[in-house]
C-alpha cells in the first residue's frame, strides 16, 4: 500500500476515534503492509482482516478491538502491542 494513502487512511482513524463526524473507522481489508513500520500505531477497532502484516513494525501498537482475523502476522514484531479484545 502506497505510504501517503495509509497516512490518509490512519488520519481518518485517529479522528473517528475521536468520535468526529469528519473521521472513517480504517478499513485495510486485504491491505498488503509488509514491512511497514507502524510502532505506536493507534489501530483501536480497524479492520485488518486478511491484510498481510508480515514483518511490520507493530511495537507498541495500540490494536485493542481491532480485527486481525485471517491476517498475516509472521514475523511481525507486536512488543508491547495492546491486543485486548482485538479479533485474532
Known sequence: MDADK???ILQ???LYLQDSDTG???N???ADLRGADLHG???RWADLRWANLRDTNLRGAD???ADLRDTNLQGADL???NLRWADL
Open 6 to 8: 495509509l497516512q490518509d
Open 12 to 14: 481518518q482513524h485517529a
Open 24 to 26: 472513517t473507522r480504517a
Open 28 to 30: 485495510l481489508q486485504g
Open 41 to 43: 500505531a493507534d489501530l
Open 63 to 65: 490494536l485493542r478491538g
Open 79 to 81: 512488543r508491547w502491542a
